[in-house]
DNA sequence: ACAAAAACTACGCCATTGACTTACTTATTT
DNA sequence: AAATAAGTAAGTCAATGGCGTAGTTTTTGT
């Protein structure tokens, strides 16, 4: 495979640079503050089981934070808003 | 907006759910084992504070990473993985 | 070319999380 | 109705994430 896909993508990655330095406005954000990891995964119609897979953690991890015991850091949040609002990348 | 977006990206959602329940091989994984922040970083031309901002990590975090110090949690590879797949999404 | 600023390396320390375990309850399926 | 799957609840501990400090390298501006 050649690269002219991966610098397609680089477009959006400008965007998402210009983003971060604050030189605009998202559009709408991407992170959700405190993802409701239950209410996520009920859209998607999945298990605890499937859910935790999918985020690549143990159910356990996933039952805390969905009983609220703990609460997911950082790079667990914006999964969980990639999960809600873009779950088509977790296919392939 | 309407549930009709949603409900598409419902499809490839269910493709998700069978792979994760073994019922499907994935055509290519979308998690990696041992993601090389430093390089995905670097196709994607950003400073250590710009991807840090991008994961919702403290800088300190990703160099930990990058320095093989610590390396990152289950749902912080795939948050890797999108990054170097799929970057996209994090633009909006 | 040179100084200033930004980016990065390196590491010590501590609070919080993630993973594992056990026990029990509720829901679903056959 | 019994068996199986799904979910609630909570205790323990190692590992991570975040913060601080100090020094080095690279980039930028004049």
Redesign the pocket.
Known sequence: MEDTMFNDLLASVGEAKEILQHKKQPSRSFMIDEPDA?SI?ARLKM????F?GLL????????????S????????RVLLGIAATHPEVFAH
Chains 1, 2 share one sequence.
Not at 69 to 76: C, D, I, M, V, Y
């Open positions: 239950k995964r298990t605890q089981d499937e935790a690549n953690i143990s159910v356990n991890t996933l039952r805390n934070w969905e009983q015991r703990r609460k997911p850091e950082g790079p667990a």
